[in-house]
C-alpha cells in the first residue's frame, strides 16, 4: 500500500522559510515523478512543482518561481519543498503527489499525501 506523509507545515511570519518534506513508502520511489499542490479554501487545487523521477528536471509555478524549490532524496525516498519568502497568500493546505507520468499540472496524480497546514501571518 502506497503511503505519503507530508510534515514540516506550521505557522510563520510572511517573509519567512519552511521546509515540507514528503515520506513515501510502498511504491519503487524513483519511478515516480513528484508533485507539490496546495488548496485554499474556496480555491481549487494548485500545481506548485514537480520534479522528475531522477531529480534533473524541475518546474515551478510562476506563482513560486524564485520563492519555492522542489528536489528530492531517493535514497530516502524524500521529495522536499524548500519555501522562502513566504506571504499571507501562501496560506492554504500543501499536498504531495506521486505519479508515473511527468509534468502533469492537473491534480490528476495516482498517489497523494493527506496534506500539511502551511499559515503566514502578516
Known amino acids: 500500500q502506497v503511503h505519503l506523509v507530508e510534515s514540516g507545515g506550521g505557522l510563520v511570519q510572511a517573509g519567512g522559510s519552511l521546509r515540507l518534506s514528503c515520506a513515501a513508502s510502498?511504491?519503487?520511489?524513483?519511478?515516480?515523478?513528484m508533485a507539490w499542490f496546495r488548496q485554499a479554501p474556496g480555491k481549487e487545487r494548485e500545481c506548485l512543482a514537480i520534479?522528475?523521477?531522477?531529480?534533473?528536471?524541475?518546474y515551478h509555478a510562476d506563482s513560486v518561481k524564485g520563492r519555492f524549490i522542489i528536489s528530492r532524496d531517493n535514497n530516502k525516498n524524500t521529495v522536499y519543498l524548500q519555501m522562502n519568502s513566504l506571504k499571507p497568500e501562501d496560506t492554504a493546505v500543501y499536498y504531495c503527489?506521486?505519479?508515473?507520468?511527468?509534468?502533469?499540472?492537473?491534480?490528476?496524480?495516482?498517489?497523494w499525501g493527506q496534506g500539511t497546514q502551511v499559515t503566514v501571518s502578516s
Open positions: 503527489a506521486a505519479d508515473e507520468r511527468y509534468l502533469v499540472k492537473e491534480p490528476e496524480y495516482a498517489y
Open positions: 520534479i522528475t523521477r531522477s531529480g534533473g528536471h524541475t
Open positions: 510502498g511504491l519503487t520511489f524513483s519511478h515516480y515523478a
